[in-house]
């Protein structure tokens, strides 16, 4: 069993940046953390949740939402259990509550994570 906490989110101007955090605590996880893929996705009022990012257990290998490239960084430090996604040129339609999600599987899938935090919500004012 995997526990995620989000937390960074908040209200920010178009153009500015913020980092969010996702830690990952479990029993056994300090020593499995590496075995999982960790991603972001977003939900926007009245929207679908989407996919934003994604990285590979040891962190070798992104992918990103067209939307995000260039803009969002995902980067993890497997000895924190913990995966950060840096949002640098923020826009008003990236406004959204931004998920953490967790599985061993690489995908960009919401239906592919069997782990989920409970949620950061990001507000960009223009």
């Known amino acids: 069993q995997v526990q995620l906490v989000e937390s960074g989110g908040g209200l920010v101007q178009a153009g500015g940046s913020l980092r969010l955090s996702c830690a990952a605590s479990?029993?056994?996880?300090?020593?499995?953390?590496?075995?999982?893929?960790m991603a972001w996705f977003r939900q926007a009022p009245g929207k679908e949740r989407e996919f934003v990012s994604v990285?590979?257990?040891?962190?070798?290998?992104?992918t990103y939402a067209d939307f995000v490239k260039g803009r969002f960084t995902i980067s993890r430090d497997n000895a924190k259990n913990t995966v950060y996604l840096q949002m640098n040129t923020l826009m008003p339609e990236d406004t959204a509550v931004y998920y953490c999600?967790?599985?061993?599987?690489?995908?960009?899938?919401?239906?592919?994570?069997?782990?989920w935090g409970q949620g950061t919500q990001v507000t960009v004012s223009s």
């Open positions: 479990g029993r056994y996880l300090r020593l499995l953390f590496s075995n999982y893929v």
């Open positions: 990285i590979s257990g040891r962190g070798g290998t992104t």
């Open positions: 999600a967790a599985d061993d599987s690489y995908g960009t899938s919401a239906l592919y994570y069997a782990y």
